[in-house]
């Protein structure tokens, strides 16, 4: 699994919000990106006095040992 997690930090006690988006395109243009999570503080979808700080892409794989009841 693939996830982009956008990170938000508080200004004045620097706890973190953060903004996961399921399977990101391939090619993340970084301009188009900052540019995007601006829009989110503007539209109040993250907290008031958060700025936005990093962005990661983190990829994971589940490898099922066990599955009894399928």
Request: net charge negative.
């Amino acid at each position: 699994m693939k996830r982009l997690t956008l990170v938000f930090r508080n200004q004045e006690d620097g706890k973190a919000f953060r903004v996961n988006v399921q399977n990101p395109v391939e090619n993340i243009d970084t301009a188009a990106l900052q540019t995007d999570a601006q829009v989110l503080i503007d539209n109040g979808l993250v907290p008031e006095g958060y700025v936005f700080d990093e962005a990661r892409v983190l990829e994971s794989n589940t490898n099922v040992l066990i599955d009894i009841l399928k």
